[in-house]
């Protein structure tokens, strides 16, 4: 029988899965030397935060098949190092989102019933009843930002409260609001018409600050926010600001720009609840973690896939060679799509020719669809779960094979639908080692793809172009390279450019202002 280390102390839920399936050794107190002697014994090893799987450890790791993770955070871990191995990194991201959603709801609660602060009056020996006026949820809206695990968790949760819930989140689809009976919203209608707003989103460039002192200023005077998700997300100090000056807007927060929170402004206003990062914390979450990597060390030792993998498959040498030009190619791809698709997406179609089609295809979907996927959610997206990731939001992909492209060796043409009907295709290839743009909406382009660029459609009517030049060249843009492309003379054009600096929002803003300018969609690869 596989044998099987639990190195640190895990549910015994976990545990018992593993029964008849391998030879379990618990052994949580296992020190780094002990660890060092005994894993090349083992198949399988689940840990918590303690143990340190390092790279001297995995080095040693002869028989090592998986690393599982009863929990999220996988900092204890070197999964380049497993990666490098072959060994796979798996996680349990799904066993903390009822948990987490429990404690918004809490946080929630005890600001609308004002429980912290009386519960802070009456064990001073005061009984001031007059001064905890409460609010009822019910009818109330929720406005949630960010509909994955655990937004969408929060709102099966408010509808029992019977709560109007909004949601604004771009990348989920009107299917997805329909089944979870909310109404998708901007940013702007959420905060200015949720009594309740609460934030799960990953912290990403675009998230930080999200929530600053503009938007708060802008909340409804009873209304109450939450933050479960990561510090940074609410700007701190707008936050104490508007809330010195407004006692009647509520704040509950789990988490901080700095943890662990120390001398906090926020901590001496009446209007906010502070926990400290224990939204995650509970028996459950922790029994659901043991449980839901014991299972996936199972599958392992069955011979089957586990889901949750965080580091890349193993691709066979042959296949491996034929596509990895192309890698970089489907990278690219994804990041455009990511920075220029229009929100709600419904379909991916990816279409390939040449020398990448038949058993090419999978591998380089699977990584485009990683690149499209990784910046907008917390988890990381990877090359084994990237598909069931896009389904379970709800985007068709599919995959379809092309004639060869006389002029190259081999194309990768992404067609992206939104539930508007909206489509943006684009196609590229790899040539003499350079990624290249190839068409744009099927508009011929031939272009080597670089940092800093920019799609622009416009109307092929004499001055356009250099209308554009002149915005630019207004705010010292330098255009490093253009190309053009048009079907017929005075219809719809587009142009790719390349730029050597980027072009900030409020350009592109202008540009889609003037005249005969259609969009703008500025990248940043
Ligand atoms: P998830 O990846 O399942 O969902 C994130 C959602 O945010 C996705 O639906 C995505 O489309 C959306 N999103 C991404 N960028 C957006 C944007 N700019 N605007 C609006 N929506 C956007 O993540 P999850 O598991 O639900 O976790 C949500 C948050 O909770 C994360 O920040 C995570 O780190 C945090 N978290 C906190 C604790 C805690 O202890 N307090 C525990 C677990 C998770």
Known sequence: MQKVLVADKINEKGIEVLDGVAEVVNNPEITPEELLETIDQYTGIIVRSRTKVTKEVIDKAENLKIIARAGVGVDNIDVNAATDKGILVVNAPQSTSITVAEHAMGLILSLSRKIAIADASVKAGKWEKSRFMGMELRNKTLGVIG???IGSQVVKRAKAFEMDVIVYDPYITEDTAKELGVRITTLDDLVENADVMTIHVPLTPETKGLISKDELTRMKDHAIVINCARGGIINEEDLYEVLKERPELKAGLDVYENEPLEDSPLATLDNVVLTPHIAASTKEAQRDAAIIVAKEVKEVINGNNPSNVLNVPIVDSETLQQIKPYFSLTQKL????????????????????????????????????????????????????AKSVANQRGITITEGETDKNGKYDATIKVDVITENGDEFTIEGTVENGDVKVISVDDYDINLVVENLMAIIKYVDLPGTIGKIGKILGDYEINIGEMKVGRKTAGGEAVMVIKVDQEIPEEVATKLEETKDIESVKTLNL
Request: glycine share 8%; charged share 25%; net charge positive.
């Open 147 to 149: 509909m994955g695990r």
């Open 334 to 385: 994804g990041q455009i799509l990511v920075q220029t698709a229009s929100p709600n997406i419904k379909e991916v179609k990816i279409i390939y020719s040449g020398e990448i089609t038949g058993r090419a295809k999978e591998p380089l979907t699977r990584e485009l669809l990683k690149e499209f996927l990784n910046p907008i959610l917390t988890e990381p997206v990877n090359s084994i779960n």
